[in-house]
Structure formats: C-alpha cells, structure tokens
C-alpha cells in the first residue's frame, strides 16, 4: 500500500494535506484519522486537554487533527495512539480492530487465518464454525471438574461415543443445527455474564 500526499490549495497557498483524510471502504461508513481519534477520545470519556496531558500533545494541535484541518507526524500519531490505548493500525487503516493488525503471537497461526481469508464464504463460515466448537469445547472443559483421573481425551472419546449413539437417524445438517444452537446460548450466556 503506497500513501500519497496530496497538497490542497487555497488561493495558491497549500492549505493541508490529504494523506489520511481519504474516506476509503467499500460499504458503509469509514472514518478519517480525525473522527476516529475524536470518537476514541468520546469513548474513554477524555477531553482534549485531558488527552494532550496524556500525550504530550497540545490540545490545539488535537483539535486540528480531529477535524481534518493538519495531520500528525508518525511520532505524534504513536503518542496519541498510546494515550488511547489502541495502535496506529487501528487509526491509520479501515477494517483494523482497536489493539491492531498483527497481536498473534503465534505466527503459524497468524498466516493460517490470511490463507482462511481468501477462501469461499462456505468454507470461511464452517472453518468459524469449527473454532466456535473448539472454543466452546475448552470452555466446558475449564468449567467442569474431571470426575475421575481418566484423561481428558478418554472422557470426550466416552462422551463422542454416548453421542453418536444418541445421534442416530439424525441428519448432517440436524446435527450442525444442534451445534448452532449450543454456539448461540453459551454466547447469550457468555453476554449475560460480562454485562453483570
């Protein structure tokens, strides 16, 4: 990705530059640098002055940015970045969660998910499947308690067998609409717990 600068004039003189203040995406809206830095500074409840004590950056200059007026230099755009307590990514480009681009450790897995990302939206939606079930499955495993010192992999072969018994003469598709279902209420009640 290459970023220009694009000088604006006004009566001549150049007014600012156009570097981030592109609205770029393709559905919806997408924010500038500006509206994301004051959304965030919203968010955390911080005024401006409260933001330059936090990063060393004048308020003046904060407001400036907010609207599109100038834009930061990078050691100015880290500062604020860091006293909101997201990344640079996250106010730079579209499509970027808060903490960042890249915050897997494990990069094995990290260039898995950019192969999953150019596959068919079929494939994508079971591979989220599959890792729901995973996720859900150590989850249940953490909450209950062995009741015996049978391995964990002998106790979820015992309970795969109970299940496929139980199974018969239900279809694929009945059994990934049961596995839905499990995803969706351990989600409702992962929410119920984290509004608490």
Not at 17 to 30: E, P, W
Not at 67 to 86: F, H, M, S, V
Not at 151 to 163: A, F, N, V, Y
Request: net charge positive; hydrophobic share 35%; aromatic share 4%.
């Amino acid at each position: 990705m290459s970023i220009r600068i694009i000088p604006h004039q006004d009566n001549g003189k150049p007014k600012t530059c156009d570097i981030l203040n592109q609205k770029t995406g393709t559905g919806g809206h997408t924010m500038n640098l500006g509206e994301k830095i004051k959304l965030l500074r919203s968010e955390k409840g911080l005024s401006q002055t409260i933001l330059e004590k936090k990063s060393g950056v004048n308020a003046k200059l904060l407001s400036k940015y907010e609207n599109g007026r100038i834009l930061p230099t990078a050691d100015t755009l880290k500062k604020i970045a860091q006293a909101l307590e997201t990344s640079t990514d996250y106010l730079i480009f579209d499509n970027v969660p808060k903490d960042g681009l890249t915050q897997l450790a494990d990069l094995d897995l990290f260039e898995k998910f950019k192969e999953v990302e150019r596959l068919d939206p079929e494939d994508k939606a079971m591979i989220k499947k599959l890792i729901d079930a995973v996720v859900i499955k150590t989850k249940v495993q953490q909450v209950l308690k062995p009741s015996s010192q049978e391995p964990w992999e002998g106790r979820m072969k015992k309970t795969l067998t109970r299940l496929r018994d139980r199974a018969k003469g239900y279809s694929e598709d009945q059994i990934m609409q049961i596995v839905d279902e499990a995803v969706q209420a351990v989600r409702l009640e992962e929410q119920k717990k984290a509004a608490v």
